[in-house]
């Protein structure tokens, strides 16, 4: 058998670093909502560029080619609190069909941006939409394997 040989083992992973790496995302219960372990390649992304939320980035300041880490985030350093507020109300004749609870809808903002909602509950008069994202207030568990990371301003850099 052989080992796995990470030839930048002693880059720590700092802002702007390119990282690959595996990982697993799951809920308190244990449920994994994630997982790119059965990719073949590891996931390649840069710390910084928006891709990872912020506590997810955070867990990974300070890991090598090699480390392993799971972490326990609370709803705030993941997808946020549930936030009551974001339960809206709806005439439910205004839809074209009458909406299913448990499905999600697309809605349209004043900027025309893209939003999505989960149907709560339908009457004949009210529709309740929740636009939570559907992990906020949840405690996720995040595990991370390192494969490789690159410094900041060294990507696209071929060693010989």
Not at 38 to 60: Q, T, Y
Not at 64 to 90: C, H, K, M, Y
Not at 101 to 117: N, P, Q, R, W, Y
Request: charged share 25%; aromatic share 8%; net charge negative.
């Amino acid at each position: 058998m052989t080992d796995i040989v990470y030839p930048n083992e002693e880059i720590r992973i700092s802002d702007g670093a390119q990282v690959d790496l595996h990982f697993s995302v799951a809920i308190e219960n244990g449920v994994e909502i994630d997982n790119t372990r059965g990719r073949e390649n590891p996931v390649n992304l840069v710390i910084g560029d928006g891709s990872l939320l912020p506590g997810f980035e955070k867990a990974l300041f300070g890991l090598r080619a090699g480390d392993r880490r799971t972490v326990s985030l609370p709803p705030e350093d993941a997808f946020g609190p549930w936030n009551p507020e974001n339960i809206q109300r709806f005439d439910t004749v205004k839809f074209e069909q009458t909406p299913i609870v448990g499905h999600m809808i697309e809605f349209e903002d004043k900027a025309k941006t893209s939003l999505f909602g989960v149907v709560k509950s339908v009457n004949e008069d009210i529709t309740e939409v929740d636009f939570n994202h559907p992990l906020a207030g949840k405690n996720i568990t995040f595990e991370v394997e390192i494969y490789k990371v690159t410094p900041a301003g060294q990507q696209g850099i071929k060693l010989m």
